[in-house]
């Protein structure tokens, strides 16, 4: 049992070093099905990857037909969902499980496809100049344990009111942020720094997850100094009455 942890550590060593899989700046419009879909919407199953800009393709496994890598790049496309990514990385990738780095920046996601949230060793992700706005969304990428390097710059997410602080708040994992380190100081415990609809809006999808987070306290009634009542003597006004 050692042994075999050993070499599957060694193994997802060796393909995260390996050249990545490039399938950027190919006009994909969607991966679903495990397929690869082009922009003007012909099926090409053996469409190669770039090389120019790694210089080279990772090498194939000759009995399996699948790429010897753990980097996988679909950058600068017209993405608008990832439905099938999993798929499509059973079919390019040896293994898919191993996949550490994922590149879907400079496309059109609006959300955080649970797809993404099924490679358990993804170390870094990109997801930069897309065009996610919810905060909320951003929450789910909690479920990957392994998560170091993340970029959302250029999402409209991006203008939300401390949303540096909520990302580190929501991703306790990552080390870099938008190509920031992320400083011991952001780490610092500052309260739950969530407004209170994004607070509400956890607490509602994912109740679990915030249970320990009290629910917002009832609205009070108006204070009793204030009342209005109806003088005797005029029934169509109204006066205050000050109680001291």
């Keep these: 049992m050692k042994a075999q942890t050993l070499s599957m550590k ?5 393909l995260k070093s390996a050249k990545p899989l490039d399938y950027s700046f190919k006009g994909l419009k969607t991966v679903d099905g495990g397929s690869i879909i082009f922009f003007n919407g012909e099926l090409k199953n053996e469409e190669k990857p770039l090389s120019t800009r790694v210089q080279g393709i990772p090498r194939i496994n000759k009995r399996t037909n699948r ?4 980097s996988f790049w679909l950058n600068n496309n017209y993405l608008i969902h990832v439905n099938g990514l999993r798929k499509l ?3 390019l990738l040896e293994s898919a499980d191993h996949l550490s780095w994922l590149d879907l920046s ?3 996601l609006i959300a955080v496809n649970p797809e993404i949230l099924l490679f358990p060793n993804l170390t870094v992700l990109y997801m930069h100049n897309n065009r996610i706005f919810d905060l909320v969304e951003v929450y789910k990428l909690c479920k990957l344990k392994n998560l170091l390097t993340l970029t959302l710059s250029g999402n409209p997410v991006e203008a ?4 540096r602080q909520i990302v580190v708040y929501m991703l ?3 080390r870099k942020l938008d190509n920031s380190p992320v400083l011991r100081s952001e780490r610092k415990p500052l309260g739950i ?3 209170k609809c994004i607070r509400n809006r956890l607490l509602t999808e994912y109740p679990e997850d915030f249970k320990w987070i009290p629910l917002p306290p009832a609205p009070r009634p108006p204070p009793p100094s204030l009342i209005t009542n109806r003088s005797p003597q005029n029934s169509n006004k109204s006066v205050i ?3 001291i």
């Excluded at 939300?160 to 949303?163: G, I, K, L, Q, S």
């Design 172 to 174: 306790p994992t990552l």
């Design 160 to 163: 939300t009111t401390d949303y």
């Design 67 to 70: 790429y010897l890598t753990g």
């Design 10 to 14: 060694t193994q997802y060593a060796w």
């Design 106 to 108: 400079n496309n059109k």
């Design 89 to 91: 990385a059973e079919r």
């Design 241 to 243: 009455v000050n109680f």
């Design 193 to 195: 720094p969530y407004s």
